[in-house]
């Protein structure tokens, strides 16, 4: 699907117990379609940014306020 739409990004809401799945969707999405960038939001990236950032397949992390 990622192919055939092409999107201009894909953004994920990840808990802390999904961050491993989301990992990998953003990773098959860069293998696929490099230049979107990827951003996570939710739970898991709102505490923890940095490590999600260095770790993970993300180009961007949302916190929630």
Do not use: H, R
């Not at 979107?36 to 397949?57: D, Q, R, V």
């Amino acid at each position: 699907m990622i192919d055939e739409f092409k999107p201009d990004c894909l953004a994920l809401s990840v808990l802390c117990d999904e961050y491993l799945i989301a990992d990998k969707i953003s990773s098959i999405s860069k293998e696929i379609q490099p230049e979107p960038p990827i951003i996570w939001g939710g739970k898991y990236p709102t505490l923890n940014p940095e490590k999600a950032l260095k770790t993970f397949n993300a180009d961007f992390m949302m916190k929630i306020s």
